[in-house]
């Protein structure tokens, strides 16, 4: 069979084809990625995928059409067809791969059920990173309504690298002219990477390296090179190297998705948004209850209450993404993509309270609520957290104290917490009471029975959320003190 082949420049390993124009199909495969179809120009072979009718990546070529003769660069075929897991996404958005979304330490089982939610598979659990399987069009909802993911990671290809030699040459067999901008607005790359290897003692080196592949390549390609950097705010590309095994990631979220875009005015050890979601997550309120926090600091709490109880994305507070800037990005998904987040918006009738004793940290939590558009769901006020006012209708307490690590000396705090014990029995009866700590000593001093005890991290310090059922009369519940916490 002869058939025309496109006219365009082709480069591979280095081998260029140009203006070719006649081929002859030599075999057809069918793999689980699609239709593998090798076509023999001359005495050269070459492999293709095509994908929905198209013509998508040449994944190999050989110099004679019996591969493992002499003169044969390629490997022999069964461990050719170990390395073929790379598909060129950009030709197809709506190809499946592994996802990978990053979180905080600890949240990936909010994460996860998040991720259930959306209607994704999770695939696999881990402390700081859930799993799933999708297009990469679909890295754009995902990155617009998980309000505990840090980054969603489009798995590309895996290989074997065992020094940054090896990482150079693999690399930059991958096409990315066909990925990135070469031009323009978008033509700008950076490279983050997770190195786990002898021959990386620093993780910038490994970055250097595969940015300087992937450039080269462009420049071979295109004639010019792409500037890169330390800015995620265009194109992302992660590698993540443990051992001699590489997995390749476009990194579709570009700044971390913690970063919303809100919190302008941050105040001294303010709490993580992907965190402050995860733990509304975890006390289970329903967004139609009230919500108090006292002790607001800059109102991350507040804030990511207001946001999860009127059903907002928090993706739509930002107005840019990695995926934004790698080729094939469609306008007209994304903006279907939004108009479905905005038409997921909910009517509710929850009030929030956020105080705090210090007025700047209150004057910055109404100035950040109002960047993120929910200042009138909160009620704003300056006072001791004793003196918050909480409504009879019952609901969720959750306070952020300060517990020494960062903010206060732990023996100043001692009275501090005792107070908060007093607090919730004296005054949010028929609410469930949530205190946030890192410091597990401190918490007993609450002198409340915990009905929950639930594990998180803030950054590297272990804490925990102490969930209180606040009922009338928990008098009964006091325990003496350092005994409190059972
Ligand atoms: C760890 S910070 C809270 C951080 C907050 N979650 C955020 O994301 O910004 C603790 C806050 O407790 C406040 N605070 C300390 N003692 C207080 C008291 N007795 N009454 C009310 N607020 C107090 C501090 O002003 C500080 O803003």
Known sequence: MVGKAPRRKVCQNGYEVENWTRFRFVEFEYEERGLVC?????????SFLCISGGLCYINRRSQAQNPGTAGDESPPRSSRRENRTFVNPMTD??????????????????????????????LKEEEAAVETKGTLADTMPLNVLLRTGHRVLYHMTDFMAENPEDLYRNLRNIPWEEILHERGEHAYLCVTSTADTPSIRDVRFANRKAKDAIVDRIMENCGLRPDSGPDRDRAVVHVFWKGKAVSLYLDTSGEPLSRRGYRKIPLAAPMQETLAAAVILATAWNGREDFVNPMCGSGTLAIEA???????????LRGNFG??????FDPTAWRKVRSAAHAARKETAARITATDIDPRAVASA????????????????VCPFQETPVSKR???????????ERTGDVSDLVDLYRGIG????????????YLFTGNAALGKKVGLRTSRRIPFFN???????LEYELYAGSRRNRKEEGNGDT
């Open 422 to 433: 007093d607090f919730f029995k004296q005054s949010c009866s028929g609410y469930r009471g």
């Open 323 to 328: 995926f934004f800037h790698l080729r094939g």
């Open 394 to 404: 019952g609901g969720v307490v959750v306070l952020n104290p300060p517990y020494g």
């Open 459 to 465: 950054g590297e310090i272990e804490c925990r959320l």
């Open 306 to 316: 207001a946001l999860f109880a009127e059903g907002r994305a928090p993706g739509l």
């Open 366 to 381: 109404r100035q950040n609520a109002r960047t993120a558009g929910v200042e009138a769901r909160i009620d704003f006020s």
């Open 38 to 46: 090798q076509v023999s120009l001359g005495q050269t072979t070459l």
């Open 93 to 122: 958005w709506k190809r499946k791969s592994k996802i990978l979304i990053t979180c905080p330490k600890g949240i990936s089982p909010w994460l996860a059920g998040e991720v259930r939610a959306l209607g994704f598979p999770v």
